[in-house]
């Protein structure tokens, strides 16, 4: 599987942003994927995650209520919606595949990566 993100720019704070990551290859209906980020001199850390028929998602603390992921298998594409957004959200935002059915926060259940895309807010 190989993905493509895109979508992200520079917003001001209280802004949107909608990311997107298609995806290419077989079965990507099959694929848990998720979004992280990495922020200048932090870690990746797990931003949100969606089952492969978008039944069930999850995501971080710092980005419930504001961010909502979603996809649509017929594109072989996830979303990601990001509205009010902070100056804490700056980061590069990846996405990411796992061949499974259960969601995981951690990136290293994830073997496919996009290249990243970044988002820049500004106060």
């Known amino acids: 599987v190989q993905l493509q993100a895109s979508g992200g720019g520079l917003v001001q704070a209280g802004g949107s942003l909608r990311l997107s990551c298609v995806a290419s290859g077989r079965s990507f209906g099959n694929y848990v994927m998720g979004w992280f980020r990495q922020a200048p001199g932090k870690g990746r850390e797990f931003v949100s995650a969606i089952s492969w028929n978008g039944g069930s998602t999850n995501a971080a603390d710092s980005v419930k209520g504001r961010f909502t992921i979603s996809r649509d298998n017929a594109k072989n594409t996830v979303y990601l919606q990001m509205n009010s957004l902070k100056p804490e959200d700056t980061a590069v935002y990846y996405c990411?595949?796992?061949?499974?059915?259960?969601?995981?926060?951690?990136?290293?259940?994830?073997?496919?990566w996009g290249q990243g895309t970044q988002v820049t807010v500004s106060s």
């Open positions: 990411a595949a796992r061949s499974a059915t259960v969601l995981s926060t951690s990136r290293y259940q994830y073997r496919y």
